[in-house]
């Protein structure tokens, strides 16, 4: 019930900048809550990039801190992604993950969804 629409991915120049964004369509759902990006180098587990809450409150894994920014539109349910002074460690796929709550009989009901992956590159 849930559609996440990524963009923004491509290919940049080590200390380059990026913007990548993921609209949620809303659908039946009653709220939105945590959204967020993970990525996925070549050959490894999908980790968390940076996540924010329903109050704006952001996560970000230590290797981003001061480099990227995660900022996020209620109305629009879309949330973005600032990626500035990128390094080749910074290549991979990146997901959109949404937490979303909908009523099912009745009842709220919260399940996690996620984007297809937009591939970021950073490299010489």
């Known amino acids: 019930q849930v559609q996440l629409v990524e963009s923004g991915g491509g290919f940049v120049q080590p200390g380059g900048s990026l913007r990548l964004s993921c609209a949620a369509s809303s659908g039946n759902i009653f709220r939105f809550n945590t959204m967020g990006w993970y990525r996925q180098h070549p050959g490894q587990q999908r980790e968390l990039v940076a996540t924010?809450?329903?109050?704006?409150?952001?996560n970000y894994v230590d290797s981003v801190k001061g480099r990227f920014t995660l900022s996020r539109d209620n109305a629009k349910n879309t949330i973005y992604l600032q990626m500035s002074s990128l390094k080749p460690e910074d290549t991979g796929v990146y997901y959109c993950?949404?937490?979303?709550?909908?009523?099912?009989?009745?009842?709220?009901?919260?399940?996690?969804?996620w984007g297809q992956g937009t591939q970021v590159t950073v490299s010489s």
């Open positions: 924010i809450d329903s109050g704006y409150m952001t």
């Open positions: 993950n949404v937490e979303a709550e909908m009523f099912v009989a009745g009842k709220l009901r919260a399940d996690t969804y």
